[in-house]
């Protein structure tokens, strides 16, 4: 079945870096784009960055544009996330997602979910 | 972009139905397709409905979803509704290269 899961989560400081990767499986992961979105504690859900299936476009959602780099590597089916300058606003469970297409093929949302794993800045 | 509203929250019995809406600020809401998930507490989200009205295969015909563009709004609608219907709800849209989640509205069946 398909499966994803993300790990690297933790506590770091602000200013701090961190990476997440998400480990994909049950799927020719290469064919799908791949999403990251997060939640922060007691908040709704906030898409925070998209990668083509291929790797060639990348979109970022306005409050980590610059900070954060969404990268994928096809050969070993994982999907990243490197945050870099973190902020106390960016505390969240960040959750990776495949990506749900349209029956023109379009994307339009996330199935299925992983897990989550739990980020928290702090100093 | 736009921003999806969605009610706080929503309380109703069991075997009542519930709808809940998911209005978009500006531009049709018939322009870009609607998801709805579903996200029982401690679990990671779920869709049941996507493409404004399409069940995803294991989503029981007691969801359904609809767009109505006289009140620029999507509406989920859970019939019967169970004790296990408990949970958040978030809609979500896409516009040009953005992913947009509705604030989420609580489910308590009570």
């Known amino acids: 079945q398909v499966q994803l899961v993300e790990s690297g989560g933790g506590v770091v400081q602000p200013g701090r870096s961190l990476r997440l990767s998400c480990a994909a499986s049950?799927?020719?992961?290469?064919?799908?784009?791949m999403h990251w979105v997060r939640q922060a504690p007691g908040k709704g859900l906030e898409w925070v960055a998209v990668?083509?299936?291929?790797?060639?476009?990348?979109y970022y959602g306005d409050s980590v544009k610059g900070r954060f780099t969404i990268s994928r590597d096809n050969s070993k089916n994982t999907l990243s996330l490197q945050m870099n300058s973190l902020r106390a606003e960016d505390t969240a469970i960040y959750y990776c997602a495949r990506d749900l297409v349209d029956s023109d093929g379009y994307s339009v949302g996330f199935d299925p979910w992983g897990q989550g794993t739990r980020v928290t800045v702090s100093s | 972009n736009f921003v999806l509203t969605q009610p706080h929250s929503v309380s109703e019995s069991p075997g009542k139905t519930v709808t809940f809406s998911c209005t978009r600020s500006s531009g049709s809401i018939a322009s870009d397709r609607v998801q709805w998930y579903q996200q029982r507490p401690g679990n990671s989200p779920t869709p049941v409905i996507f493409e404004d009205n399409q069940r995803p295969s294991g989503v029981p015909d007691r969801f359904s979803g609809s767009i109505d563009t006289s009140s620029n709004s999507a509406s989920l609608t859970i019939s019967g509704l169970k004790t296990e219907d408990e949970a958040d709800y978030y809609c979500q849209s896409y516009d040009s290269g953005n992913w947009m989640f509705g604030g989420g509205t609580k489910l308590t069946v009570l």
């Open positions: 990668i083509w299936y291929d790797g060639t476009k990348k």
């Open positions: 049950g799927f020719n992961f290469r064919k799908f784009g």
